[in-house]
């Protein structure tokens, strides 16, 4: 099989830049390893920036988005039995869309089809040959068959786990990270959301996060032990802590239900430099993860695809490569920004068991001044929002 450009890894990164470069003309085949149905049954994140939101109709597949989704021109940070507004509205004059990562890999699944893209699932063993010269190659196994795709560039969307960061010579990556002492105990739930916003919650008991995916879904994560286990946490003890960590007024809004899904994510920060080795080039969590305390992860996806996008237009209508040599610069640029964001988010908001008492009251002074400075709300506010591409 030829191509102009093999993209590895069906989630948003790979699907989304797939979607906008046969919008160019640009042929592109997407490989990946798991079913759709197995890829669309993985929760993720639910907040998207404005910027990802645009890409997404400019992708051609943001209808049901606009339709759907709710905009939020805020949230709340709760701390010491209160709860403050951050008004992105108010300080910055943008606020952020809600919708689910489920939906919107559904949509771009369904936009994939529709412009006739080729995806091919259950693509075992993905490797990656001559990335250093100038006509790269991906093999693969599909129903015990070796095949092979023959490209111009190959774009490693496939996640952090996935093959296309280990296919670099070792030594030419720099990886930074930081792994944090706690996870994120997830679960969703049909039943109408705490409050209209998202509830950020800074508890001496822990972390909590009271989100949704529309007014009769909510999403909503304990931090928990890195050695908890999903069996440790039964609905009803996870309602319980939940209301525990809530205000009063929050907790009596709170209602339970059966759980519908219940995950536990580990919380790391990391970056692999650069993001590019001669033909391949990483996207997304493939070259970077943050804690999700920031809401930033899939939105820096979203924006790894408009830098990668952006640089093989320029390759193929305009003939030059500037922006090829660029992409790691600048998305590395925008990653580091996002990056210090997520950490400093959750610095603010967990309980460390390794910190001491001055600790602790740095962080109480931090929420202190966060929330009795406009200058520093602002910085919050632009931040989650987004900041420009
Ligand atoms: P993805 O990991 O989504 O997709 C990579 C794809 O590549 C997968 O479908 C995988 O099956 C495939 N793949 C892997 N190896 C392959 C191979 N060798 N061959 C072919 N295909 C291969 N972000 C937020 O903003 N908020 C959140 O609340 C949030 N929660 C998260 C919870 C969890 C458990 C995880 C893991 C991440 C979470 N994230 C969250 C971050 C998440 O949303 C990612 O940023 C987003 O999925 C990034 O998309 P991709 O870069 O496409 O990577
Ligand atoms: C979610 O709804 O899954 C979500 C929202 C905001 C975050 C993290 C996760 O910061």
Redesign the pocket.
């Known amino acids: 099989m030829r191509t102009q450009v093999a993209i590895?890894?069906?989630?948003?990164?790979?699907?989304l830049l797939g979607q906008l470069l046969l919008k160019e003309g640009i042929s592109n085949v997407v490989?990946?390893?798991?079913t759709a149905e197995?890829?669309l049954s993985?929760?993720?994140?639910?907040?998207i920036e404005t910027g990802t939101a645009e890409l997404l109709d400019a992708a051609g597949v943001g209808e049901r988005m606009r339709r759907e989704s709710l905009l939020h021109d805020g949230i709340e940070i709760a701390f010491a039995g209160a709860r403050h507004r951050v008004n992105f509205r108010d300080l910055i004059g943008r606020g952020v869309v809600v919708y689910g990562?489920t939906e919107l890999t559904r949509d771009l699944m369904v936009g994939r089809e529709a412009a006739g893209g080729t995806t091919v699932y259950q693509?075992q063993?993905?490797r990656l040959h001559g990335m250093d010269g100038s006509h790269p190659r991906v093999t693969?196994r599909q129903d015990g068959i070796e095949r092979s795709i023959d490209c111009d560039f190959i774009a490693g969307?496939?996640?952090?786990?996935?093959?296309?960061r280990s296919s670099f010579p070792q030594s030419a990556l720099t990886c930074y990270e930081r792994i944090y002492p706690f996870g994120?105990l997830?679960i969703m739930v049909h039943q109408p959301p705490v409050s209209d916003e998202l509830i950020y919650v800074n508890s001496e008991r822990g972390f909590a996060l009271c989100s949704m995916r529309s007014r009769r879904l909510s999403r909503l994560y304990l931090q928990c032990s890195v050695d908890d286990r999903v069996e440790d946490w039964p609905d009803e003890r996870f309602y319980d802590e939940l209301a525990r960590r809530l205000d009063p007024a929050a907790a009596a809004r709170l209602q339970t239900g059966k759980s519908i899904e219940k995950?536990i994510?580990p919380l790391r920060s990391f970056v692999a430099e650069p993001m590019c080795y001669g033909r391949l080039f990483l996207?997304?969590?493939?070259a970077h993860?943050?804690p999700?305390t920031g809401?930033?992860?899939?939105?820096?996806?979203a924006s790894d695809v408009y830098y990668i996008w952006q640089a093989l237009v320029g390759h193929y209508r305009g003939g030059s490569d500037t922006g090829l040599k660029e992409y790691s610069r600048r998305a590395l640029a925008r990653v580091w920004k996002a990056e210090r964001f997520s950490w400093s988010m959750t610095s603010l908001l967990h309980q460390f068991p390794e910190r001491n008492g001055f600790d602790r009251r740095i962080q109480e002074a931090d929420l202190e001044y966060l929330l009795s400075s406009r200058a520093a709300l602002t910085s919050l506010a632009e931040n989650y929002v987004g900041l420009p591409l």
């Open positions: 590895v890894g069906a989630g948003p990164s790979g699907l490989l990946e390893r798991q197995h890829v993985r929760i993720r994140a639910g907040i990562q693509a063993d993905a693969y969307c496939d996640g952090f786990h996935g093959v296309s994120w997830g995950s994510a996207v997304g969590d493939a993860i943050v999700p809401a930033k992860g899939l939105n820096l996806a």
